[in-house]
């Protein structure tokens, strides 16, 4: 949402903004200037609180108390608060991760989201989805009107792209070892099938790869089988979690990298595949949800479930260096289709449409 709204800045000022932000960090703006038609209104109320106020005591505060007098009200996270009966609303749909694929959510999680986020749906008056896939999932799983939703499409941000850093910067900083590697990204959460990918590079190393599995992402949850699998395939000296990465550190990772794996189960957009592309890495990802779309035909797609699969696609970008000097190329034509200013645009002529 952050280069989102960095995008809206450059747009016009035909419009006013005000921009809500919850939490003890909400004084901190999300990009550093603004224009004079964009207002910050930070409350000390976290979202964890105004969530469980809004939908779980179902308190009918509006969400205009916090902002003052508004005409329309763009719920970027799924979840609609509670608005005047005036205010116009867009509620914008990532994934339905929570139903598609159930059991990679926490038991608590998805009770919540099964409460609030078909209720959200239906009250809003445009919906946003990140991606046609999840457009889909919306018409099919919640009967949602078709001419109800948008797909807005992400950009990459324009810092990814090949780095000139040496490697020596990330052995330090991240006691990354030396030679090749297989980058991940993502939270550590069943999600992002960490555990068939361990999997795949443990067959790898016994078909005579000397390859490392290096993993960024905060520890998340349900993970403790991705941990067992690394100790129980003997890999621990090769699999790598790196934990957060810092962003100016992530151009550098992918740079560096002999091939990006993002087998996830599910994604609405899957930001990752584009910023692997943009920085010249050959790119394997899941040919379900909304990957395939965002991939094209610049990646090799396989079945996420096959750890098979996984580990034949992932040897054919190892060694086949015809293939992956045409899945960089493509790549770095694929990607100039997503971008923040046009989406910006897209947003816009949505915001009129709803208003009018």
């Given at each position: ?226 941990y067992d699998a690394v100790h129980r395939l003997g890999v ?95 790549g770095f034509r694929h990607v100039q289709r997503f971008n ?16 009018t």
């Amino acid at each position: 949402m952050r280069d989102l709204v960095s995008a809206l800045t450059h747009s016009g000022t035909q419009n006013q903004y005000k921009l809500l932000v919850a939490g003890l960090q909400a004084d901190r703006p999300l990009v550093p200037e603004y224009n004079p038609n964009f207002q910050w209104r930070p409350t000390r109320l976290t979202p964890v609180f105004l969530a469980r106020m809004w939908h779980r005591l179902r308190v009918p505060l509006p969400v205009n108390w916090f902002t003052g007098q508004i005409d329309l009200f763009h719920a970027t996270d799924f979840v609609l608060p509670p608005l005047t009966s005036s205010t116009r609303s867009i509620l914008t749909v990532h994934d339905l991760s929570f139903v598609r694929v159930p059991e990679t959510a926490t038991p608590s999680l998805k009770r919540y989201l099964d409460d609030v986020v078909p209720r959200s749906v239906r009250r809003a008056d445009h919906i946003l989805a990140d991606s046609q896939a999840t457009k889909d999932d919306l018409i099919e799983l919640y009967g949602t009107p078709s001419n109800k939703i948008t797909v807005l499409l992400s950009g990459v941000d324009e810092r990814f792209k090949p780095s000139t850093r040496p490697r020596d910067h990330l052995r330090d900083r991240y006691n990354l070892p030396d030679g090749d590697y297989i980058f991940s990204i993502g939270t550590v959460q069943p999600r992002k099938n960490y555990e068939r990918l361990v999997t795949a590079l443990a067959r790898l190393r016994e078909r005579g790869y000397e390859i490392q599995l290096v993993i960024a992402g905060a520890k998340g949850w349900l993970d403790t089988p991705i941990y067992d699998a690394v100790h129980r395939l003997g890999v621990s000296d090769a699999v790598h979690f790196l934990g957060f990465v810092a962003d100016e550190d992530l151009p550098d990772l992918y740079t560096h990298a002999t091939a990006f794996a993002f087998p996830s189960l599910y994604e609405g957009f899957g930001f990752p595949v584009l910023e692997s592309m943009a920085c010249g890495t050959p790119v394997l990802t899941s040919n379900v949800s909304s990957l395939p779309e965002v991939a094209g035909k610049s990646a090799l797609t396989v079945d996420p479930y096959d750890i098979e699969a996984i580990t034949d696609g992932l040897e054919r970008l190892l060694s086949d260096s015809a293939l992956r000097q045409h899945c960089i190329e493509e790549g770095f034509r694929h990607v100039q289709r997503f971008n923040w200013a046009q989406s910006a645009q897209l947003l816009l002529r949505v915001y009129q449409d709803v208003l009018t």
